[in-house]
Nanobody, 125 residues
Framework: VQLVESGGGLVQAGGSLQVSCAAS????????IGWFRQAPGKERERVSC???????YYADSVKGRFTISDGNSKRTKILRMTNLTPEDTAVYYC????????????????????WGQGTQVTVSS
């Protein structure tokens, strides 16, 4: 299984960025793809997720600002982030569950089967 991340970077507060995750190498049609993030000195936080069966999850801290959608294939997801604040600064990790469980793509999702390499998002004030 491979999770190839791209995007991220540096933006001023109030700006927008996107990160993408291309997932490959898994055979189940049942899957959930999303993102976690971790800022220096802070615990890892789940951010957003979407599953092939229609489940979606957004952390309260990003609702209304972040949107997850399909990329150029169903197994590529894009996380579009708007109205960014310095509190969004973190390494963003793509995550995959396949097959999914009840916890996948929910507030209880803590242990994805696979992780991407992470991409840095930095928001300056």
């Amino acid at each position: 299984v491979q999770l190839v991340e791209s995007g991220g970077g540096l933006v001023q507060a109030g700006g927008s960025l996107q990160v993408s995750c291309a997932a490959s190498g898994f055979t189940f049609d049942d899957y959930a793809i999303g993102w976690f993030r971790q800022a220096p000195g802070k615990e890892r936080e789940r951010v957003s997720c979407i599953s092939n069966d229609g489940r979606e999850y957004y952390a309260d801290s990003v609702k209304g600002r972040f949107t997850i959608s399909d990329g150029n294939s169903k197994r590529t997801k894009i996380l579009r982030m708007t109205n960014l604040t310095p509190e969004d600064t973190a390494v963003y990790y793509c995550a995959l569950d396949s097959p999914t469980s009840r916890r996948s793509c929910s507030a209880a999702w803590t242990d994805p089967h696979w992780w991407g390499q992470g991409t840095q998002v930095t928001v300056s004030s």
